[in-house]
C-alpha cells in the first residue's frame, strides 16, 4: 500500500528558481504581454496590468535568499520595455500633448512619465510581497 508523502517545505525549496531563472521568465513574459498589446498599435492597459502582475510574481517564485534581484527588476523592466518599445515601435507610445515628430528619446521620457503611476504600483506591491516573505520565513527567525 502506497502512502501519500507531503513534500517538506525544505523539498519544496529546492524547485524555486533561482534569481536569473526568474528574471529570464520574467523578461520573456513581458516581451510577450508588449506583444499582444501592441496588435492594436499602441501601448494600453494590458500592458500596465501584465507589468504589475510579472512584477508581483517574481518575488514571489524565487528563494527568499534570492529575493535582491526580484526587488530591483521593477524598474529595469519597465524601463528596458519601454525604451524596446520606444526604439523599434515609436508610434506606439501616444501620450497627450507629445508631438507627433517626437524622437526617440522624447518618447522615451514620455512613456515613462504616463506609466509612471504602473510602476509604483507593481514595485509597491513587489516590494510588499519581499516584505512579507522575509517575516514569514521560519528558518530566519529560529535561533
Known amino acids: 500500500m502506497s502512502q501519500a508523502v507531503s513534500r517538506t517545505p525544505a523539498a519544496m525549496a529546492r524547485r524555486d528558481p533561482s ?44 528563494d527568499v535568499r534570492s529575493l535582491f534581484p526580484a526587488g530591483v527588476l521593477p524598474p529595469a523592466l519597465l524601463l528596458g520595455s519601454l525604451l524596446l ?3 523599434f515601435a515609436s508610434s506606439a507610445i501616444q501620450v497627450d500633448g507629445l508631438a507627433k515628430d517626437a524622437g526617440v528619446v522624447a518618447r522615451f521620457i514620455a512613456a515613462v512619465i504616463d506609466r509612471g503611476l504602473t510602476l509604483v ?23
Open 85 to 87: 518599445v520606444c526604439v
Open 19 to 62: 534569481a536569473r531563472q526568474a528574471i529570464v521568465a520574467a523578461c520573456l513574459a513581458m516581451a510577450v504581454v508588449t506583444g499582444l498589446d501592441l496588435t492594436d498599435g499602441r501601448l494600453g492597459l494590458e500592458f500596465s496590468v501584465g507589468f504589475v502582475l510579472i512584477a508581483v510574481t517574481v518575488p514571489m517564485a524565487v
Open 121 to 143: 504600483i507593481g514595485h509597491g506591491l513587489a516590494l510588499g510581497v519581499i516584505a512579507l516573505r522575509i517575516l514569514s520565513d521560519r528558518a530566519h527567525w529560529t535561533l
